[in-house]
C-alpha cells in the first residue's frame, strides 16, 4: 500500500490534530511493472495489496515461468495420412485415407490448451465398390471382388479374360476311357463333366461340346468296373488322348490287388515296378511273375504322354509275404522335379489309396508295400 496524505500530525494546543488521518491505497504493481511475473507467456493480475501471476492460454506453469504446451504425438492411421505434424498447442492436424477408403471421424483436430487434442484420430476404412455399385464392372460378363482399398473385375463362369475385357469363349473336350488293365476301351460308360453327362462310344471315346472355361471333375462309370474320378482344367480344346483320358478299373476278386499308375505330359515315359517276395521284379523287362498259384502281371508298357500302367497281384496270399511298388522315370533328363503321376491301389473292396507323387530331384519314387499276409498295404510314398 501507498500513504496518502501526512505522515506525521500533531495534536495541537486548541485540541485538534494538525492534519488528517492519512489514508492507505493500493499499489498497482501490475501497472508498476513491479511484479516478477513472466513478461513473454504471463500475466499480472493485481490484487488488495498484492498480486497474482498467472500464464497465457496454451501455456503452463506458475506464471513466474511459463512453458508452451505441447500435445502427444499422433498415431497415422492405417490407410491414411495426417496433414500438419506441430503438436504445439493451437495447432491443427488434417486426417485423410487412401484412395479407395473412406473416414470415420474427425477429418480436422486441434491441440488443446489443457494439452489433450480435441478428438481421436479418425479411422479409414474400406470402401466396398462392390456392394456400394461403385465399381465398373460389366454385370453379365464380370464378377466385382472387394479388395483392401481397391475392387477387381473377374471373368463370370463361362467368360475368358481376352485383355482387359471378358469374352463369352467356350471349348469341346474329348477323351478316351480305357481299361486300367489292358487298355482297352470301355464302351457305353456313363462320363460327366460338372453336372453334364454322355456314353462313351464303341472306341471308348466320350466328347462335350460347349465347355466353358473352369476346372471341373470328371466322373466315369460302367457296369463290372469300380468308378473313377479326377479333375480336369478347361483352357481350350481338349483332344482325346490328352489330359481328359480316364482308367476304369474292373472289380477285383478277393486276395486280387492292382495298381494303377498313371501322368500327364511330362515326362514322356514312366515305369511300374513290382517285387515280389523271392526276389522277382515285374516291370517292362519282365512284365510277368508265377510262382506257384500266384501270379503278377504288368499289363503295358506304355511310352508316351498321358498314359497309365497296371501291375495286378492275383492270389497273392498262394505267395505269402511283401509286396514292394515303385515308380522309375525313364525319360532321359527328367525326374521327379515336374512331375506329375497318380498311383491309385485297387482290391475287392474298390480304390483303397490315392498318392501323387512328390516334387524332387529323384528318378525313383517309392509308393507302398502289400502285405498278402495281413491283406493290408503300407504307405511309403518316399523319393529315394
Known amino acids: 500500500y501507498r500513504l496518502s496524505g501526512s505522515r506525521t500530525i500533531t495534536c495541537l494546543h486548541n485540541g485538534s490534530w494538525s492534519d488528517f488521518v492519512a489514508s492507505c491505497y493500493d499499489i498497482d504493481e501490475c501497472e508498476q511493472q513491479s511484479h516478477n511475473c513472466d513478461r513473454v507467456h504471463g500475466s499480472c493480475i493485481n490484487s488488495i495489496g498484492s498480486y497474482t501471476c498467472s500464464c497465457d492460454s496454451c501455456y503452463t506453469g506458475d506464471g513466474v515461468s511459463c512453458q508452451l504446451v505441447n500435445c502427444s504425438n499422433l498415431i497415422v492411421p492405417v490407410y491414411g ?46 470402401i466396398n465398390e462392390c456392394s456400394l455399385g461403385m465399381h465398373n464392372c460389366d454385370i453379365t460378363s464380370e464378377i466385382c471382388t472387394n479388395s483392401f482399398g481397391s475392387f477387381m473385375c473377374v471373368c463370370n463362369t463361362g467368360f475368358t479374360a481376352v485383355g482387359q475385357s471378358c469374352f463369352n469363349v467356350t471349348y469341346t473336350v474329348s477323351g478316351y476311357v480305357r481299361d486300367a488293365f489292358t487298355t482297352s476301351a470301355v464302351k457305353e460308360a456313363t462320363v460327366a463333366l460338372g453336372n453334364r453327362s454322355t456314353t462313351s462310344s464303341s472306341d471308348g471315346v466320350f466328347t462335350f461340346s460347349s465347355v466353358f472355361p473352369t476346372t471341373y471333375i470328371l466322373n466315369a462309370s460302367a457296369d463290372g468296373y469300380y468308378s473313377n474320378w479326377k479333375t480336369v482344367a478347361v483352357s481350350g480344346n481338349i483332344t482325346a488322348g490328352t489330359s481328359a483320358d480316364i482308367t476304369l478299373t474292373k472289380r477285383l476278386s478277393i486276395g486280387t490287388w492292382e495298381v494303377v499308375l498313371t501322368w500327364g505330359e511330362y515326362p514322356d515315359d514312366l515305369d511300374s515296378y513290382m517285387i515280389v517276395p523271392g526276389g522277382c521284379t515285374v516291370s517292362y523287362q519282365k512284365d510277368v511273375c508265377n510262382v506257384g498259384n500266384s501270379s503278377v502281371t504288368l499289363d503295358d508298357d506304355a511310352t508316351h504322354s498321358y498314359s497309365s500302367e497296371s501291375i495286378q497281384i492275383n492270389n497273392g496270399a498262394a505267395l505269402p509275404g511283401t509286396y514292394s511298388h515303385y515308380v522309375h522315370v525313364y525319360t532321359s533328363g527328367a525326374t521327379f522335379v515336374a512331375v506329375n503321376a497318380t498311383v491309385d491301389l485297387y ?16 528318378v525313383y519314387w517309392d509308393t507302398f508295400n502289400i502285405s498278402t499276409v495281413t491283406n493290408t498295404y503300407t504307405i511309403v510314398n518316399k523319393l529315394r
Open 347 to 362: 482290391n475287392a473292396t474298390g480304390r483303397v489309396l490315392t498318392i501323387n507323387s512328390p516334387a524332387g530331384d529323384s
Open 81 to 126: 495420412n495426417l496433414t500438419g505434424n506441430s503438436t504445439e498447442c493451437g495447432s491443427t492436424t488434417i486426417v485423410s485415407c487412401s484412395a479407395g477408403y473412406h473416414l470415420s471421424g474427425s477429418r480436422i483436430i486441434t491441440c488443446l490448451h489443457n494439452g489433450s487434442w480435441s478428438d481421436s484420430v479418425a479411422s479409414c476404412y474400406d
